[in-house]
């Protein structure tokens, strides 16, 4: 016998066993009472008015719960509901930042460049060397201009301790 073919044995013998190995440990130790669920479990529900009594909430009982408290048919009169209740509100988004003219510049820049290349050559428009070269170059500047600006340090009033420095 060849060693891959004593695995495959093996592993036969584990599938072919994994039923009667579960039915048989099942058998040698009982099932522990304090795991047992009881036949109908029973709860009681409690109501804060003292108008209707609670019902007994079990799995035969539910057929004959009516229109009881518990059960809201959503008839749409609104009658003792909130109206904010369960509807979740955002408050109002911040308002975006100014931008500066420098800043204002760079996204005309950056976005008017490949416009116009685009319209012009959608238009058939003759374009001249300089005209090409000034879009590209728009576009690279802009983009270079909101890097540049963008920054990774902190703002300008955050005070004067930059917190912990490693």
Known sequence: ??????EDEVW?????SFNDTAERDSADQPWPDSEN???EPTRRVVKP???EPAHDVSPGSLDS???GPLLDRGDGDGEGEDEDEGHFEPPPPPPLPKLDLPTKLAWVAL????AYLLVA???SWHMEGWALFTAVAA???GFVALVVRMGDGPPNDSGWDDGAVL
């Open 49 to 51: 008015s003292e108008e």
């Open 111 to 114: 976005f008017g460049g490949p």
């Open 121 to 123: 050559a959608m238009a």
């Open 139 to 141: 576009f690279i500047g």
């Open 65 to 67: 719960l009516d229109d």
């Open 37 to 39: 669920l009881p036949a």
């Open 12 to 16: 036969r013998q584990i599938v072919a």
């Open 1 to 6: 016998m060849t060693p891959q073919s004593d």
